[in-house]
């Protein structure tokens, strides 16, 4: 044996020991596991048609069988591209031109073009469709003419040609590429709909990443992987959403191993933090709890001291570790955590009774003496009694005492919207991660009765809303927001006491797997590792 | 017989006619406007007025029952106002789910009662006796929801041998805890039922005779005995096959079973009327059609009567 073969044995033993160490020194990529069937929780959803979806459960489904012109970064909900390439606005943001993506393909493999917009959100705002959720598509011209009947076609929609749609609002409105990630602008093909007429829920088709092929009601509803998707292709065959009618059921079924995502039940949320680890996903979601006061009525009406002593007289913390086992977490604001520029603390309201006292004692009630009779109203169910209990116990070491009354929610939002209770629970939760999407349906003077359910009246906040909108400025319209923010907590018409959280759990070789803070997940991303 | 059927027949129109409007009649005067509960958010009052008269729903309770009737004599059982499809394929979809998990629980409750019961008589006062009695208690008193998670995880999630929820492939795995625990306090009556029946007829005469003449404990039991004391236990079988249909909404939910229970549970507090009319009426036609079947059944368990009613001696 020469020499330099010797030398080069021992440089090639070493090199082989090396990369051999290197190796494994580096921790190892979970290897995937192709063509799996993922398992998901669902409860049984209203509709699948995109112009009807309103409900959570619903839009759950749809967002994987559908598609619209933008998306939201799952993690951070930013504004990204998806059927739309590109758009701009003109000047004043009151004209939007949308640049479409080509060769992209509905289910049944005709090419998604600009002509199926103006057709999708005609049909929307149609008021033979009569949509519950037509109203996100008011800003566009023409709507009230669609839904009034005397238009079959949005004025304000065209196909310039078919990859360029333009679309003109009533007003300027600088977030409006936002608002059409909503399901409600998914686009759906009109041979389709004919097809199926009133039964297009059943057999939904779109653009989606997965396309729809089975759902057997109460049961379960069925995706596949469609393969001619214009993005990154899916990584599971078959998402299959399993139809639970409640949360324990389901939860049974994941521990059994039968699931690979699931809702987790309220009251077990500490149990399955403490046993799944990093798998339970306690994420902020854009969603509200508060207890309104109605400002037409006595004793709220002008009487700002009174509604800034019961924030006051609130111990959040208290309520949402408690009663809601860290599910839900104190308010800090009317913006939620997650949302694109909302701002950190921005109640001025935090815990303390002295401050609540002297707030009352110059509202008029020393010691709450003087206060009519008040009952606090709040819908049946899910906790809310409990809530409602500890509210009262906290504001009785004030001085400010009520009775406590749970309805059943069709009575109960009759008689929030005729007055009869004007002091009541309700929540908001978001339909896209906008500020405007929190501040404008529940302040402005105008949805008063709507879903300004306290019938909050502020001409400043109302010239400001309007401002907001109008802006394409994303810094300015931040900041605009953060002061209409400001001056409504000041004027204290709500008093919010959580934020939702997202209570889902996951299996252990479920990757790729975020749920969003709006309480969504897109399947596409989900691989199983072996 | 035919004549018997026909007339019984002919009766169900004035109950139906009188089920639908009290239903109707019930619907308006609760509370909830089912246009708002459609419209979560966004219901300003011009939204609110076009779901409205989308449904017919502005128009008098009368104009609105009468069009109901009118299409119903069609063969229309209207559109779910929440769902936006035809009541019927809703019923189609569910209703056979909740008739068949109520057959397998009636028959486990007609099976183990009227064994429970016969035994418990014939042994009375005997360590058997007291069993059935304690257990048909305990069985009352329990909640049915309780009972059913029960079964779900000692069954389903512990030895793991029969299926959580669901209908699955609709194979006989997922059908046996629903209907266990669907049949469970109905199977404790039907046991006291046949129990109390039993020990009133075994003190009879003709059992008397029927053992003095030689007969086997067996045959005098099941042929002479029990045939005789089955008489209220068929009227409370039949009804309560209704009664497991009707009534299944909480093992429904606690299995997830794709039933009609929950449906209609779901469309109250929707305020879904066309869905809670369609499902009423077909649950009150189950009804009179058992009835009928169970009048038919007294007359071959007890041939002295007759069809037309009365009692021959």
């Known amino acids: ?530 | 017989m035919t004549r018997f059927i026909i007339k019984r027949l002919l009766q169900a129109i004035p109950v139906i006619i009188g089920v639908t409007l009290i239903i109707f009649l019930l619907m308006f005067v609760l509370p909830g406007d089912p246009a708002r509960m459609l419209v979560q958010k966004g219901a300003s009052p011009e939204v609110l007025e076009n779901i409205r008269e989308s449904y017919g729903l502005n128009r008098p309770w009368y104009v609105q029952y009468g069009k109901y009737m009118c299409n119903l004599s069609h063969g229309d059982f209207g559109t779910s106002i929440r769902y936006r499809k035809p009541v019927l394929d809703i019923m189609k979809d569910h209703y056979p789910n909740s008739i068949r998990l109520a057959v397998v629980a009636l028959i486990i409750e007609a099976l183990i009662g009227i064994a429970a019961g016969v035994i418990s008589a014939v042994k009375r006062h005997s360590f058997l006796d007291i069993w059935v009695t304690l257990s048909t208690t305990i069985l009352v008193a329990m909640p049915v929801f309780w009972f059913a998670m029960l079964l779900q995880v000692i069954f389903g999630l512990k030895l793991g041998i029969l299926p959580i929820s669901g209908m699955g492939d609709g194979s006989w795995r997922y059908y046996v805890l629903p209907a266990v625990a669907l049949a469970s306090v109905h199977t404790a009556f039907t046991a006291r039922v046949t129990r109390s029946s039993m020990l009133e007829v075994v003190n009879q005469n003709y059992i008397r005779t029927a053992r003095a003449k030689g007969l086997s404990e067996i045959k005098v039991i099941l042929k002479h005995a029990l045939k005789n004391a089955l008489i209220p236990v068929v009227t409370l079988l039949g009804l309560d096959l209704g009664g497991l249909i009707g009534s299944a909404i909480l093992t429904e939910t606690v299995f997830s079973w794709p039933g009609v229970g929950r449906v209609i549970y779901l469309a109250i507090l929707q305020r879904d009327t066309p869905v809670i009319m369609g499902g009423t009426l077909i649950l009150v036609l189950i009804f009179i059609l058992l009835n009928l079947i169970v009048d038919i059944s007294y007359a071959y368990l007890d041939p002295r009567i007759k069809f037309e009613g009365q009692k021959v001696d």
Request: aromatic share 12%; glycine share 8%.
């Open chain 1, 1 to 530: 044996m020469s020499k330099k073969f010797k030398l080069s044995l021992v440089v090639f033993i070493i090199l082989v020991v090396s990369v051999v160490m290197v190796a494994g020194c580096v921790p190892k990529e979970k290897a995937e596991e192709e063509g799996k069937t993922f398992n998901a929780f669902l409860m049984e959803p209203v509709t699948l048609d995109a112009a009807h979806s309103q409900e959570s459960e619903g839009i759950q489904v749809a967002k994987q069988i559908y598609d619209g012109l933008v998306d939201y970064n799952p993690e951070t909900l930013e504004l990204t591209a998806a059927m739309a390439e590109s758009w701009e606005p003109n000047e004043d943001a009151s004209v939007w031109t949308f640049n479409l993506k080509k060769g992209i393909k509905f289910h049944n493999g005709r090419e998604c073009q600009a002509e199926d917009f103006v057709y999708s959100w005609s049909r929307v705002a149609s008021k033979d469709t009569a949509s519950e959720v037509a109203y996100h598509l008011s800003p566009i011209k023409g709507f009230n003419d669609c839904q009034e009947g005397k238009a079959g076609t949005l004025a304000g929609v065209k196909a310039i040609d078919d990859y360029t749609l333009e679309v003109s609002l009533d007003y300027s409105y600088g977030e409006f590429p936002v608002t059409l990630g909503h399901p409600v602008f998914f686009p759906v093909p009109k041979e389709e709909v004919e097809k199926w007429g009133d039964k297009f829920s059943e057999y939904p088709v779109g653009t989606g990443p997965f396309k729809f092929a089975e759902w057997t009601h109460d049961q379960h509803i069925t995706l596949e992987r469609f393969d001619d998707y214009y993005g990154d292709a899916a990584r599971l065959d078959k998402v299959v959403f399993n139809i639970f009618a409640d949360e324990e059921t389901g939860y049974l079924e994941f521990e059994a191993g039968n699931l690979d995502d699931c809702q987790i039940p309220m009251g077990k949320i500490k149990e399955v933090q403490d046993k799944c680890g990093e798998r339970a996903l306690i994420n902020p979601m854009l969603g509200i709890y508060y207890y309104g006061l109605n400002m037409q009525t006595e004793p709220w009406k002008d009487n700002v001291e009174l509604r800034k002593a019961l924030n006051y007289a609130i111990h959040r913390a208290i309520i949402t570790d408690v009663v809601w086992e860290g599910s839900r977490v104190p308010a800090t604001g009317i913006i939620p955590a997650g949302i694109p520029g909302f701002k950190e603390n921005a109640m001025p309201y935090m815990f303390d009774q002295l401050k609540a006292k002297d707030l009352l004692e110059k509202a008029g009630y020393p010691d709450g003496k003087g206060l009519p009779k008040l009952t606090l109203g709040y819908n049946t169910g899910s906790s809310h009694d409990k809530v409602a209990q500890a509210v009262q116990a906290q504001m009785k070491e004030v001085g400010i005492t009520f009775d406590i009354t749970g309805y059943e929610w069709g009575a109960y939002l009759d008689k929030i919207q005729a007055e009869e209770i004007t002091f009541f629970r309700l929540g908001w939760s978001a339909d896209y991660p906008t500020m405007d999407n929190f501040l404008y349906p529940l302040f402005y003077s105008e949805n008063a009765g709507a879903d300004n359910m306290v019938y909050y009246n502020n001409s400043d906040v109302d010239k400001k809303l309007l401002e907001a909108r109008r802006e394409t400025d994303e810094a300015k319209r931040r900041k605009l927001y953060q002061e209409i923010e400001q001056i409504v907590l000041e004027d204290a018409p709500i008093v919010p006491i959580a934020f939702y959280k997202t209570t889902r759990v996951i299996g252990e070789d479920v990757n790729g797997y975020i749920r969003t803070a709006m309480d969504d997940t897109p399947y596409e991303r989900v691989w199983f590792s072996k």
